[in-house]
């Protein structure tokens, strides 16, 4: 199946972030399983790109043309789709994927996981919607979605929409008995 991984692009980040996205990315080809992300040479998307590169996976890259600068984009993907918008490629992300990786990023990686959690708790799609919590990165998410469910802001079982896990194994696990039993 092909996994969206959502991150950061930021290159200035400690270097477990880009080590275990990196082994994330590894992992995902060796279980056969190909990569939809937003295109970045940089940050945890370039990590998640390498590692899939590294192990001869899939790689579709899904970008924006004012994207398109010199070492803004990773030029090794099996496919490249340039959009014209960022609303268009969150599209492209969800459609042309089955699972959701969220692995440690800033207020885009959260805009696009709130979307997509927002679609599932609509049943708008149905997929598996993973947090790699690296170095408990998203411990404080989880508070507040658990908070947001305390304060009846939002129903209980949309908690189980998503899951947080710090191992890769676990992910891929999860998901593929997630698509499995669909």
């Known amino acids: 199946m092909n996994i969206c991984i959502y991150g950061a692009a930021s290159p ?4 477990i972030y880009y080590d275990k996205t ?11 399983h190909g990569l939809v992300f937003g295109g970045g040479e940089t940050g945890l998307m370039g990590a998640a790109a390498r590692g899939v590169d590294a192990e001869g ?5 899904i970008a924006p043309r004012f994207f398109d600068e010199p070492g803004i984009l990773y030029q090794h ?3 490249f789709i340039m959009t014209e918008t960022m609303r268009e490629r969150k599209y492209l992300l969800e459609e042309k994927s089955q699972a959701t990786i969220v692995v440690p990023g800033g207020i885009g990686t959260y805009e696009e996981f709130f979307e997509i959690l927002t679609l599932k708790s609509l049943k708008r799609l149905d997929r598996a919607i993973v947090f790699y919590n690296i170095n408990g990165y998203y411990d404080l998410m989880k508070q507040l979605l658990e908070h947001t469910v305390k304060e009846k802001f939002m129903e209980p079982e949309i908690l189980d929409m998503c899951k947080f896990m710090d191992k890769p194994e676990e992910i891929f696990d999860y998901i593929e008995q997630y698509c499995a039993e669909k």
């Not at 200035?12 to 270097?15: D, I, V």
């Not at 990196?22 to 056969?32: D, F, H, I, T, Y």
């Not at 996976?57 to 890259?61: A, E, H, K, R, V």
């Open 22 to 32: 990196e082994e994330l990315g590894r992992q995902m080809a060796k279980r056969g």
């Open 57 to 61: 996976g899939y790689l579709l890259g």
């Open 12 to 15: 200035e980040l400690a270097q």
């Open 77 to 79: 993907c099996t496919e």
